[in-house]
Nanobody
Framework: QVQLVESGGGLVQPGGSLRLSCAAS????????MGWHRQAPGKQRELVAR???????NYADSVKGRFTISRDNAKNTVYLQMNSLKPEDTGVYYC???????????WGQGTQVTVSS
């Protein structure tokens, strides 16, 4: 059974930084693409960043140049480094696993990120 556990959220001022972590249980972590999604209040969940098994990263336009996704397969962990945070980055951040056939099949419980002065 796969479990994903996020950590690292919190309250930060605009312009600040946070690093989110997502620890995965279960086997085969390294063969899956992983992603970070976020859901702002009153909005739909959106994909923020994705990283393939080969470490190819893709980002939403809104976070390009500010966020960096990475992974450590030895630790079964995926990270999201968030710099130059803006109030519009506020939301619950979820990590998820991408099925080999497509579609996100496992989700963490989410971690709250609040950017406010």
């Amino acid at each position: 059974q796969v479990q994903l556990v996020e950590s690292g959220g919190g309250l930060v001022q605009p312009g600040g930084s946070l690093r989110l972590s997502c620890a995965a249980s279960g086997s085969g972590f390294g063969i899956y693409s992983m992603g970070w999604h976020r859901q702002a209040p009153g909005k739909q969940r959106e994909l923020v960043a994705r990283i393939s098994s080969g470490d190819i990263a893709n980002y939403a336009d809104s976070v390009k140049g500010r966020f960096t996704i990475s992974r450590d397969n030895a630790k079964n962990t995926v990270y999201l480094q968030m710099n130059s945070l803006k109030p519009e980055d506020t939301g619950v951040y979820y990590c998820a696993r991408l099925r080999l056939a497509g579609g996100w099949d496992h989700w963490g419980q989410g971690t709250q990120v609040t950017v406010s002065s």
